[in-house]
């Protein structure tokens, strides 16, 4: 295959997802895709390139709908705060805490159509957004945020890794962490204090449940 750029991201995802209120937080709405292996095939088709990740940016996953419910129901959280969404997916994290009050929302993504996503999803909800192309778990970043929230990033061994490091250091220089989480394999529980629980609305397809039982959670001091 010899690879193409998709230059319209706004325009392909427009055109390969819908709209839809998210299950848990059904006060904002994202575009989601209603399958997602056609869709990883039409974006790997459209670019001319293989081995490209799932799009992770086209669903509302358990953790990220978990921790965008109990920012919404517990804006003292964020309110008046900078923030910083991280592995944002598509942004949903990031548009609750905007909702919520925050100052400013930076996400980051290592996928350039999350980003874009996260954008698209931030103006469909009227809200703005920063998005920081940047892999923040790889980079040394002088950046500081008040607090950190973090959906469904323990699902591989080296990310987990890399991003309790992350969020560790950060923790130790002033910044709350919030974490949702169903109990991915590399969710490192017994570094972890559970703050709250949450039954899920989710896609068989993604998750093998349509309620998944998930958890928010933040760093033990």
Same mark, same amino acid.
């Given at each position: ?10 325009? %392909?995802?427009?055109? &390969?997802? @819908?709209?839809? *209120? ?8 994202? %575009? ?20 490209? *990740? *799932? ?38 994290? $990031? ?13 980051? =993504?290592? =996928? ?8 698209? &999803?931030?103006?469909? &909800? &009227? ?26 990033? %323990? ?18 220089? $002033? ?7 169903? $109990? ?19 896609? @068989? ?17």
């Amino acid at each position: 295959m010899s690879a193409t750029v998709i230059t319209d991201k706004d325009a %392909f995802i427009r055109a &390969n997802t @819908r709209s839809r *209120p998210v299950p848990l937080v059904p006060e904002i709405s994202i %575009f989601v895709a209603d399958e997602a292996v056609p869709l990883w095939h039409k974006t790997e088709e459209e670019l001319g390139e293989e081995g490209l *990740p *799932p799009p992770f940016w086209a669903f509302a996953w358990a953790g990220g709908q978990a921790l965008a419910r109990h920012i919404i129901d517990n804006p003292h959280l964020v309110r008046g705060k900078s923030i910083l969404d991280l592995a944002s997916g598509s942004g949903l994290v $990031g548009i609750a805490a905007m909702k919520a009050g925050a100052a400013r929302v930076d996400v980051t =993504d290592i =996928d350039d159509f999350a980003l874009a996503a996260a954008q698209l &999803n931030a103006g469909h &909800n &009227n809200v703005a957004i920063t998005t920081l192309a940047t892999d923040l778990l790889s980079e040394a970043s002088g950046k500081q945020w008040d607090a950190i929230l973090a959906g469904d990033i %323990f699902y591989e061994r080296d990310t987990a890794a890399r991003a309790f490091d992350f969020l560790n250091r950060h923790a130790l220089q $002033g910044a709350t962490i919030l974490i949702g989480d169903p $109990g991915r394999s590399y969710l490192p529980r017994e570094k972890l204090r559970k703050i709250a629980d949450y039954s899920v609305p989710v896609t @068989r397809e993604l998750e093998d449940a349509e309620i998944k039982k998930t958890a928010v959670w933040t760093l033990l001091k």
